[in-house]
T-cell receptor, first 113, second 113 residues
Framework: NAGVTQTPKFQVLKTGQSMTLQCAQD?????MSWYRQDPGMGLRLIHY???????DQGEVPNGYNVSRSTTEDFPLRLLSAAPSQTSVYFC????????????FGPGTRLTVT | GESVGLHLPTLSVQEGDNSIINCAYS??????FIWYKQESGKGPQFIID?????DKRQGQRVTVLLNKTVKHLSLQIAATQPGDSAVYFC????????????FGPGTRLSVLP
């Protein structure tokens, strides 16, 4: 199993550009989530999904959209990038709907200039 | 609001010594806690978890202690090794936030030769 994969690994955007961060898992996990990690801070939840077709907002959802058309994929879309969205983004998945023992991807480092 | 914090942002220990990483949480309704290890350039990795009906749980070289009276969590690493050098996060599930976790800012553990 590849586990949780994320692409791209690095990305530089200009303010106002849009892009999609990809996340996929091959463990047949129902629960997936997106976090951002900023220097000196813990991970903050952006959006999450408890199954295909079901998504919900986390702590910091503004400026991001998600969809979950399949169990495997959970892309994160930045609608109009802002410098405040410069961060490292992690996707995670877990088997349990309680989100226990989440498996994290390697992260995407995004810089918005 | 809910918060999970760490008493020490950095910790340096000699190789072979025991390490203790502390964490304070503020939501007394939290019923599940996880410790994660994050190595440089990688996503967080599950280390050990504990439920609120337990005071102590042991894994391989790691022990988590939970003191619900003072809302304190600690991670003990026995015979610390160079490979233990990483940032360690505690995370709590505050229950009123769906299936999601609130992460602390992290403690960097440096193992000295």
């Amino acid at each position: 199993n590849a586990g949780v994969t994320q692409t791209p690994k690095f990305q530089v955007l200009k303010t106002g550009q849009s892009m999609t961060l990809q996340c996929a898992q091959d463990m047949n996990h129902e629960y997936m989530s997106w976090y951002r990690q900023d220097p000196g801070m813990g991970l903050r939840l952006i959006h999450y999904s408890v199954g295909a077709g079901i998504t919900d907002q986390g702590e910091v959802p503004n400026g991001y959209n998600v969809s979950r058309s399949t169990t495997e994929d959970f892309p994160l879309r930045l609608l109009s990038a802002a410098p405040s969205q410069t961060s490292v983004y992690f996707c995670a998945s877990s088997y349990s709907p309680q989100g226990y023992e989440q498996y994290f991807g390697p992260g995407t480092r995004l810089t918005v200039t | 609001g809910e918060s999970v914090g760490l008493h020490l942002p950095t910790l340096s220990v000699q190789e072979g010594d025991n390490s203790i990483i502390n964490c304070a949480y503020s939501n007394s309704a939290s019923d599940y806690f996880i410790w994660y290890k994050q190595e440089s350039g990688k996503g967080p990795q599950f280390i050990i978890d504990i439920r609120s009906n337990m005071d102590k749980r042991q894994g391989q070289r790691v022990t988590v202690l939970l003191n619900k009276t003072v809302k304190h969590l600690s991670l003990q690493i026995a015979a610390t090794q160079p490979g233990d050098s990483a940032v360690y996060f505690c995370a709590e599930n505050p229950r009123n936030y769906g299936q999601n976790f609130v992460f602390g800012p992290g403690t960097r553990l440096s193992v000295l030769p």
